[in-house]
Nanobody, 120 residues
Framework: QVQLVESGGCLVQPGGSLRLSCAAS????????MGWYRQAPGKQRELVAI???????NYADSVKGRFTISRDNAKNTVDLQMNSLKPEDTAVYYC??????????????WGQGTQVTVSS
């Protein structure tokens, strides 16, 4: 079963921090890309951060320096540490996986999403 489950989203004050976690139902060691995306109200879903197999990481310019993605292959989790949060970070955050071993090429998988609201 290929399944991703996000957790950790909540209401947080501007300037605060939050840590999101994505738990995969499979061993992610050989998965090509694990990452986080977000979708704000009325906007397109956008990349937040991705980690490529081997360790390369890409961040969106809007979160660079504030967010950190990490991967724990032993626990099959991908976390997103978010610091210095801004109201514009408010969105539903989705975990994503691509290049899962044993699945069709081009297939991507998404979690159900977790709501992050940054407001005072």
């Amino acid at each position: 079963q290929v399944q991703l489950v996000e957790s950790g989203g909540c209401l947080v004050q501007p300037g605060g921090s939050l840590r999101l976690s994505c738990a995969a139902s499979w061993s992610i060691f050989s998965t090509d890309v694990m990452g986080w995306y977000r979708q704000a109200p009325g906007k397109q879903r956008e990349l937040v951060a991705i980690m490529i197999r081997g360790g390369a990481i890409n961040y969106a310019d809007s979160v660079k320096g504030r967010f950190t993605i990490s991967r724990d292959n032993a626990k099959n989790t991908v976390d997103l540490q978010m610091n210095s949060l801004k109201p514009e970070d408010t969105a539903v955050y989705y975990c994503n996986a691509a290049g899962v071993r044993g699945t069709p090429l081009g297939t991507t998988y998404w979690g159900q999403g977790t709501q992050v609201t940054v407001s005072s």
